[in-house]
C-alpha cells in the first residue's frame, strides 16, 4: 500500500468530495477526536454505495448522535483524480466523544431489523485505503451564511509544518480574523475556514501534519476562488506560517453528500 505522502502528493491538483446535510463545523473539543477515513469504492459500486450509506448508515449516525458519542458524521465524493485505480474516490468524517467506545456504535439491527446486513454494509465494495486521527482546532464562517445550503464544496489543504502547534497558533492568530472579516464584508467567495491537528499516523514518511479546509458553495468557488482587487492580506503573518512549513501544500476538493452534525453552525 502507497504511504500517505504518496498518495498526497499525486493528488495535488486533485478534486474530492464533500457531504453536508445541516452544515460543516469541526470547532476545537479536547474530549473529542475525529477520524478521517479514505476508502476507494469501484466505479460501477458508486451509486449503490452512495444509496446504502444516505439511506442507512446515515440512519445509524443519527442514533449514536442522539445516544451521545457521535457529534459529527459526513460523506464526501472525490470528483477527480489521477491514478485512479489506486486511490480514495470517498472519504468519511466521523468525530467521537469517546474515541475507545467508537466500534460500539456501528450497529444498524436496532434500526433495520428486517433488511439482511448483506443490503446494508458497504465495505464488500470498498476498502479503507487510509485512516487519520485528527484534532479540529478553529472554525469560523461568514455571518448569515446558511450552511444547509451553501456548503456545498470544500477544499482541504494538507500541511507539513516544522512545529504543527506554532502553525495552528498562528494560523488562528493571523488567518483566522483575516479571513473571517474578508467574509463578513464580501470580499471573497470562501464562506467558511477551519484548520485541524494530525494526531496519528505521524513521522517523516507522512508528510503531512496539520490540515485547514476552505468552504465555498460551489464547485467553481472552490477551485477558483476569488479576492476583491482593494483586499489586504496578512503578508507578515503568511511569511511566519510559510517559514515553518517543509513542504509545498497539498489540495483536494469534494464535493457533500451528506453530512449528519450534533451541533451544526448556525
Given at each position: 500500500m502507497k504511504t500517505l505522502?504518496?498518495?498526497?502528493?499525486?493528488?495535488?491538483?486533485?478534486?474530492l468530495f464533500a457531504m453536508f446535510l445541516f452544515g460543516f463545523n469541526l470547532q476545537s473539543d479536547a474530549q473529542t477526536i475525529t477520524v478521517y477515513q479514505y476508502?476507494?469504492?469501484?466505479?460501477?459500486?458508486?451509486?449503490?454505495?452512495?444509496?446504502?450509506?444516505?439511506?442507512?448508515?446515515?440512519?445509524?449516525?443519527?442514533?449514536?448522535i442522539a445516544k451521545?458519542?457521535?457529534?459529527?458524521?459526513?460523506?464526501?465524493?472525490?470528483?477527480?483524480?489521477?491514478?485512479?485505480?489506486?486511490?480514495?474516490?470517498?472519504l468519511f468524517i466521523n468525530t467521537f466523544k469517546d474515541i475507545d467506545a467508537a466500534a460500539d456504535?456501528?450497529?444498524?439491527?436496532?434500526?433495520?431489523?428486517?433488511?439482511?446486513?448483506?443490503?446494508?454494509e458497504t465495505f464488500s465494495m470498498s476498502k479503507?485505503?487510509?485512516?487519520?486521527?485528527?484534532?479540529?482546532?478553529?472554525?469560523?464562517?461568514?455571518?448569515?451564511?446558511?450552511?444547509?445550503?451553501e456548503f456545498n464544496y470544500v477544499s482541504f489543504i494538507y500541511h507539513n509544518s516544522s512545529n504543527s502547534a506554532q502553525s495552528i497558533a498562528l494560523e488562528k492568530e493571523h488567518w483566522e480574523p483575516f479571513i473571517k472579516?474578508?467574509?463578513d464584508a464580501g470580499k471573497t467567495n470562501q464562506l467558511a475556514w477551519g484548520n485541524a491537528t494530525i494526531l496519528a499516523p505521524s513521522g517523516p514518511d507522512i508528510g503531512v501534519n496539520t490540515i485547514s479546509f476552505d468552504i465555498y458553495p460551489s464547485l467553481k468557488?472552490?477551485?477558483?476562488?476569488?479576492?476583491?482587487?482593494?483586499?489586504?492580506?496578512p503578508t507578515d503573518g503568511l511569511t511566519k506560517i510559510n517559514e515553518l512549513e517543509i513542504d509545498r501544500r497539498m489540495v483536494y476538493v469534494y464535493r457533500r453528500i451528506q453530512v449528519i452534525n450534533a451541533n451544526p453552525p448556525e
Amino acid at each position: 500500500m502507497k504511504t500517505l505522502k504518496h498518495f498526497l502528493s499525486e493528488f495535488l491538483q486533485t478534486i474530492l468530495f464533500a457531504m453536508f446535510l445541516f452544515g460543516f463545523n469541526l470547532q476545537s473539543d479536547a474530549q473529542t477526536i475525529t477520524v478521517y477515513q479514505y476508502r476507494q469504492v469501484e466505479p460501477d459500486k458508486m451509486q449503490e454505495f452512495i444509496e446504502r450509506e444516505t439511506k442507512y448508515w446515515s440512519k445509524v449516525a443519527e442514533s449514536a448522535i442522539a445516544k451521545g458519542n457521535l457529534t459529527f458524521w459526513g460523506l464526501f465524493q472525490k470528483m477527480s483524480g489521477f491514478d485512479q485505480p489506486n486511490s480514495s474516490n470517498v472519504l468519511f468524517i466521523n468525530t467521537f466523544k469517546d474515541i475507545d467506545a467508537a466500534a460500539d456504535i456501528w450497529d444498524p439491527s436496532e434500526l433495520f431489523p428486517d433488511v439482511p446486513m448483506d443490503q446494508i454494509e458497504t465495505f464488500s465494495m470498498s476498502k479503507v485505503i487510509h485512516t487519520l486521527y485528527v484534532r479540529a482546532e478553529n472554525f469560523v464562517q461568514k455571518e448569515g451564511a446558511v450552511p444547509a445550503d451553501e456548503f456545498n464544496y470544500v477544499s482541504f489543504i494538507y500541511h507539513n509544518s516544522s512545529n504543527s502547534a506554532q502553525s495552528i497558533a498562528l494560523e488562528k492568530e493571523h488567518w483566522e480574523p483575516f479571513i473571517k472579516l474578508s467574509m463578513d464584508a464580501g470580499k471573497t467567495n470562501q464562506l467558511a475556514w477551519g484548520n485541524a491537528t494530525i494526531l496519528a499516523p505521524s513521522g517523516p514518511d507522512i508528510g503531512v501534519n496539520t490540515i485547514s479546509f476552505d468552504i465555498y458553495p460551489s464547485l467553481k468557488a472552490a477551485l477558483d476562488p476569488t479576492w476583491d482587487d482593494d483586499t489586504v492580506f496578512p503578508t507578515d503573518g503568511l511569511t511566519k506560517i510559510n517559514e515553518l512549513e517543509i513542504d509545498r501544500r497539498m489540495v483536494y476538493v469534494y464535493r457533500r453528500i451528506q453530512v449528519i452534525n450534533a451541533n451544526p453552525p448556525e
